[in-house]
Nanobody, 124 residues
Framework: QVQLVESGGGLVQAGDSLRLSCAASGLTFSRYSMGWFRQAPGKEREFVAYINWSDLSTRYSDSVKGRFAISRDNAKATVYLQMISLKPEDTAVYYC?????????????????WGQGTQVTVSS
C-alpha cells in the first residue's frame, strides 16, 4: 500500500522560505514520478510542480516558477519542495502525489496516490 506523508508546512510571513517534504513508502520510489499540488480554500486543486523519474526533468506552474524548486532523494524515498519568496497567495494545503507514468503532466488524473496534505499559510 502506497503511503505519502507530507511535512514542513507552517505559518510564515511574506518573503520567507519553507521546505516541504513528502516521505513515500510502499512503492519503488525511484520508478515513480512525483508531483506537488495545492488547494486554497474555495478553490480547485492546482498543479505546482512535478519531477519525472526517468530523466529527472521538472516542470512548474507559472505562478511559482523561479520561486519553488522540486527535488527528490531516491535513497530516502522523499520528494521536496523548496519555496522561497513566499506570497500570501501561496497559502494553501499542499499535497504530494505519485505516478507510475514515465512522463507525467500537471493533470491530477496522471497520479495514482496522494498524501493527506500539509498547510502552508503566508501572512502579509
Amino acid at each position: 500500500q502506497v503511503q505519502l506523508v507530507e511535512s514542513g508546512g507552517g505559518l510564515v510571513q511574506a518573503g520567507d522560505s519553507l521546505r516541504l517534504s513528502c516521505a513515500a513508502s510502499g512503492l519503488t520510489f525511484s520508478r515513480y514520478s512525483m508531483g506537488w499540488f495545492r488547494q486554497a480554500p474555495g478553490k480547485e486543486r492546482e498543479f505546482v510542480a512535478y519531477i519525472n523519474w526517468s530523466d529527472l526533468s521538472t516542470r512548474y506552474s507559472d505562478s511559482v516558477k523561479g520561486r519553488f524548486a522540486i527535488s527528490r532523494d531516491n535513497a530516502k524515498a522523499t520528494v521536496y519542495l523548496q519555496m522561497i519568496s513566499l506570497k500570501p497567495e501561496d497559502t494553501a494545503v499542499y499535497y504530494c502525489a505519485a505516478s507510475r507514468k514515465v512522463v507525467v503532466s500537471g493533470l491530477p488524473s496522471d497520479y495514482d496516490s496522494w498524501g493527506q496534505g500539509t498547510q502552508v499559510t503566508v501572512s502579509s
